[in-house]
């Protein structure tokens, strides 16, 4: 890593990297409890996509753009995103940018430039080509990243939005994290191609990487990002990880799969990641469980507090329809009240 970083910086950004990892798991612990404990609504898990999502992170500008998809926490957090911010969206109350609209899981972070998640799937892609596309007109010196699971990539959005990303030369990074299902259905049922080699039908460039090792995830990123920025066009990544957790709190894999990579296993992205700081001396066990039990006791004092905050008023329902309530909202608003 030398030809990036050196000496303490590169140990900085790295441990910056880990902590993030850490403060993701014991989110998606946490908010995961909550939901079978009544206390939260519904929640898409994040554990196992770590990596993938830091790693990418770290290869980011901040004023580059991100359309994400419903399990980015990682992502969100690695880029400077409050706790808070996901806690109030995931509560839906009063503080909740969205002002509890929206269903859980389902955030937006407009100070660190990530779009609001759509839930259907991939309708995020065509938006983060419309994006840059005003970005190269504008002359603007950002790329674009959008993200999306393996099972995104059966959508004609998908296809779409390479192909005109790709005939316009636009700065897009299409982030596939593959966990290698789509809810009950394995990759191998969804796609006969490996993901990244869709990207050579329309002059894209396309590259796979082990989404479990973040060190793996930020070179491959890197690059990728550096050729989006310098103009050379779209990049598609395929990021292979492992939905460790169900596809959401709906949701029992045990009724359609047996275990692949376990929590705590050699392929968990936070035992890969602890190896590899080990390994280059930044990091000794003593660390790791006092990171740990910082970033659990941040996450607990967090929750309690905004699971404090109220609910939205009812009234504020009629709040932005139109930039000016119209006469029929206004009529409707007093009727109700
Ligand atoms: C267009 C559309 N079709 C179907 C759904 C229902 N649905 C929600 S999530 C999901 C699975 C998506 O799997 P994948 O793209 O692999 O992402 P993952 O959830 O595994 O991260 C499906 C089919 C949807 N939200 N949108
Ligand atoms: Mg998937």
């Given amino acids: ?41 519904f929640y898409t898990p994040t554990i196992g996509q770590e990596a993938t999502q830091v790693g990418v992170s770290m290869a980011l500008n901040p004023d580059d753009l991100v359309y994400e998809y419903y399990r980015d926490v990682p992502f969100m957090i ?8 996901l806690l109030d969206q995931i509560m839906g109350n009063s503080e909740d940018s969205a002002k509890g609209r929206q269903m859980p899981s389902h955030y937006n972070a407009k100070a660190q430039n990530f779009m609001s998640v759509q839930s259907p799937v991939a309708t995020n892609l065509p938006l983060a080509v419309g994006a840059a596309y005003a970005i190269k007109h504008r002359k603007e010196n950002k790329v674009v990243v959008t993200t999306f699971g393996d ?8 296809h779409a939005a390479l192909n005109l990303a790709s005939v316009y030369d636009l700065p897009v990074i299409f982030l596939c994290e593959n966990n290698q299902w789509a809810i009950s259905l ?45 103009g050379k066009g779209p990049v598609l990544i395929e990021a292979v990880s492992y939905r460790i957790g169900p596809h959401s709190t709906s949701d029992d894999p045990s009724k359609y799969r047996s275990e692949g990579i376990t929590e705590g296993s050699e392929k968990d992205p936070i035992v890969i990641a602890e190896k590899r700081l080990k390994d280059l001396g930044y990091i000794t066990d003593e660390i ?9 006791r941040i996450v607990d004092q967090k929750f309690d507090e905004r699971e404090k905050i109220p609910p939205p008023k009812p009234e504020t329902m009629y709040d932005d329809v139109y930039k000016e309530m119209t006469w029929i909202i206004k009529e409707e608003k007093g009727e109700a009240l």
């Fill in 1 to 41: 890593m030398t030809e990036v970083f050196n000496g303490q910086e590169e140990k900085d950004v790295f441990l910056r990297a880990y902590s993030s990892m850490i403060l993701s798991r014991m989110f998606d612990k946490k908010i995961v409890t909550a939901q079978r404990q009544g206390r939260v609504g």
């Fill in 78 to 85: 690695h880029r400077g995103v409050p706790v808070e911010v």
């Fill in 151 to 158: 099972g995104s990539t059966s959508t004609p959005d998908f």
């Fill in 186 to 230: 394995p990759v191998e049922k969804q796609t006969k191609v490996e993901i990244w080699k869709k990207a050579e039908a329309y002059g894209a460039y396309g590259v796979k990487v082990d989404g479990n090792d973040f060190l793996e995830t930020f070179k491959v990123a890197k690059e990728a990002v550096d050729r989006a920025r310098s």
């Fill in 288 to 296: 790791i469980d006092k990171m740990k039990s910082e970033a659990k």
